[in-house]
T-cell receptor, first 116, second 116 residues
Framework: EAQVTQNPRYLITVTGKKLTVTCSQN?????MSWYRQDPGLGLRQIYY???????DKGDVPEGYKVSRKEKRNFPLILESPSPNQTSLYFC???????????????FGPGTRLTVT | GNSVTQMEGPVTLSEEAFLTINCTYT??????LFWYVQYPGEGLQLLLK?????DKGSNKGFEATYRKETTSFHLEKGSVQVSDSAVYFC???????????????FGSGTRLQVQP
């Protein structure tokens, strides 16, 4: 089954304790991305990756890191989490597509993070 | 920049009622347009999409038409069911001309509640 998986699904942690949220896709997609979802703000992109070893900042990258060492995996790293990073996080993937094409993205189930 | 504006919810309807959720957008460049649905406790699922003006996306009885002249992509369904209760997100994607970035820009979401 084609899917994007994330782990953990729920995480409660304390300020400053480093954590990693994993994301994996089995569709051989080149493009992967992380979003955070906050009430009234919709989803905002944190980081994205166009392929292995190619990553770049999205709209809200502060306080986050990513890496893309393998095509299927795109972990999100919070080196020193703070309470304002409490949110619902989604990983997504898609094919590179062609110019003018619809860049349909497939989403994981989400990770609810609480930082106290 | 790019932005998406959706009608605020919640929208509460009786079963078999007609549904319209308004969505308008601003975009630099020529966007592709999407509707995503998020059921309780789940990630986002693509509901339908349209890639060019006058295209009509449809799926599961839902429809939306890409209106370039009014920069709109309103979601409609002729007869809603209780199982349609979810949060609906309008989104657009424009490929970055220099980086290839194709972040989805989301509206803030509209919660639909369908009562039996």
């Amino acid at each position: 089954e084609a899917q994007v998986t994330q782990n953990p699904r729920y995480l409660i942690t304390v300020t400053g304790k480093k954590l990693t949220v994993t994301c994996s896709q089995n569709m051989n997609h080149e493009y992967m991305s992380w979003y955070r979802q906050d009430p009234g703000l919709g989803l905002r992109q944190i980081y994205y990756s166009m392929n292995v070893e190619v990553t770049d900042k999205g709209d809200v990258p502060e306080g986050y890191k990513v890496s893309r060492k393998e095509k299927r995996n795109f972990p999100l790293i919070l080196e020193s989490p703070s309470p304002n990073q409490t949110s619902l996080y989604f990983c997504a993937s898609s094919l590179q597509g062609v110019a003018g094409g619809a860049y349909e993205q497939y989403f994981g189930p989400g990770t609810r993070l609480t930082v106290t | 920049g790019n932005s998406v504006t959706q009608m605020e919810g919640p929208v509460t309807l009786s079963e078999e009622a007609f549904l319209t959720i308004n969505c308008t957008y601003t975009a630099t460049g020529y966007p592709s347009l999407f509707w995503y649905v998020q059921y309780p406790g789940e990630g986002l699922q693509l509901l339908l999409k349209a890639t060019k003006a006058d295209d009509k996306g449809s799926n599961k009885g839902f429809e939306a038409t890409y209106r370039k002249e009014t920069t709109s992509f309103h979601l409609e369904k002729g007869s809603v069911q209780v199982s349609d209760s979810a949060v609906y997100f309008c989104a657009l994607s424009v490929r970055g001309t220099d980086t290839g970035r194709r972040a989805l820009t989301f509206g803030s979401g509209t919660r639909l509640q369908v009562q039996p």
